[in-house]
T-cell receptor, first 112, second 117 residues
Framework: EDQVTQSPEALRLQEGESSSLNCSYT??????LFWYRQDPGKGPEFLFT???AGEEKEKERLKATLTKKESFLHITAPKPEDSATYLC?????????????FGAGTTVTVRA | GAVVSQHPSWVICKSGTSVKIECRSL??????MFWYRQFPKQSLMLMAT?????????EQGVEKDKFLINHASLTLSTLTVTSAHPEDSSFYIC?????????????FGPGTRLTVT
């Protein structure tokens, strides 16, 4: 069974204080690892897809990296508008239904 | 691109009535859509996978007679909560699947807040 564990559960940062979120996964053949951002009362917003170890993707202050067992989401010089819950999800390569298994999320709060 | 809408964004209904939620992919066609439920401060729980033109596949523990899913076209899936009860109150979110480089990426709607009184 696919397992996705995110840490920490919550992260409080000062504006400009860079940090990283972790997503550890156990899956039988990774097809893709996905990062989403979710604001309160809204649906998740797609950020990145990573496919293979060593891959990196960037978007503004966010950078996602992938190894064979985990992914990191780095937030560089965060601003208050980066406050949100960040969700990690994996898609198993062996299945034909393309379902996602989600982690519990990391809630990031950035103080001005 | 990859915009998904949901309607309504919130709904209040009385116990015993049925409620229909629509999910539309606005700028792409989606052969597969997914329905999730989310409780406060929890992650998304997959309820069912909806494939265009065929019956939905429900996750274990989800009552298919209570949560009716129809995927009649490549841009529209509907979830009907039948004979709703207060315990069905929740945040329901749909996603539409779009082909990517090596996988299918899911793009989510804004969610529907259902309150059953």
């Amino acid at each position: 069974e696919d397992q996705v564990t995110q840490s920490p559960e919550a992260l409080r940062l000062q504006e400009g204080e860079s940090s990283s979120l972790n997503c550890s996964y156990t899956v039988s053949g990774l097809r893709g690892l996905f990062w989403y951002r979710q604001d309160p009362g809204k649906g998740p917003e797609f950020l990145f897809t990573l496919y293979s170890a060593g891959e990196e993707k960037e978007k503004e202050r966010l950078k996602a990296t992938l190894t064979k067992k985990e992914s990191f989401l780095h937030i560089t010089a965060p601003k208050p508008e980066d406050s949100a819950t960040y969700l990690c999800a994996v898609q198993q390569g062996a299945s034909n239904d393309y379902k996602l298994s989600f982690g519990a999320g990391t809630t990031v709060t950035v103080r001005a | 691109g990859a915009v998904v809408s949901q309607h309504p964004s919130w709904v209040i209904c009385k116990s015993g009535t049925s409620v229909k939620i629509e999910c539309r992919s606005l700028d792409f066609q989606a052969t597969t859509m997914f329905w999730y439920r989310q409780f406060p401060k929890q992650s998304l729980m997959l309820m069912a996978t909806s494939n265009e033109g065929s019956k939905a596949t429900y996750e274990q523990g989800v009552e298919k007679d209570k949560f009716l899913i129809n995927h009649a076209s490549l841009t529209l899936s509907t979830l009907t909560v039948t004979s709703a009860h207060p315990e069905d109150s929740s945040f329901y979110i749909c996603s539409a699947s779009r082909r990517a480089v090596q996988s299918y990426e899911q793009y989510f709607g804004p969610g529907t807040r259902l309150t059953v009184t």
